[in-house]
Nanobody, 122 residues
Framework: VQLQAFGGGLVQTGGSLRLSCAAS????????MGWFRQAPGKERDFVAL???????FYTDSVKGRFTVSRDNAKNTVSLQMNSLRPEDTAVYYC?????????????????WGQGTLVTVSS
């Protein structure tokens, strides 16, 4: 599975960005799709996921601000990010794993996109 994330950029505090991730897999609907982020000098952290059944999960710091969604017809997953804060600044990665309901650590995922940089200025 090849994943390509895009949509990052520079935004001011309180602004919004929408990240998308395109997958090359015909059976995309069977995959749980996750978003992770990695700030400079820090570990890669879980942000959100949408599993193959459509259930979503978020890390506490983004609940109410970020929304993950998927379009199985287009083999894409998106992350709508609102009310952005400087602490959201990071490289954001999409990832995929087959047939898992809960996958919240990097080691749970089989495939990774290349990452897209989100910078939130104060």
């Amino acid at each position: 599975v090849q994943l390509q994330a895009f949509g990052g950029g520079l935004v001011q505090t309180g602004g919004s960005l929408r990240l998308s991730c395109a997958a090359s897999e015909r059976t995309f609907a069977s995959y749980t799709m996750g978003w992770f982020r990695q700030a400079p000098g820090k570990e890669r952290d879980f942000v959100a996921l949408i599993n193959w059944s459509g259930s979503t999960f978020y890390t506490d710091s983004v609940k109410g601000r970020f929304t993950v969604s998927r379009d199985n017809a287009k083999n894409t997953v998106s992350l709508q990010m609102n009310s952005l804060r400087p602490e959201d600044t990071a490289v954001y990665y999409c990832a995929a794993v087959l047939h898992q309901l809960f996958a919240m650590t990097p080691g749970d995922y089989q495939y990774w996109g290349q990452g897209t940089l989100v910078t939130v200025s104060s």
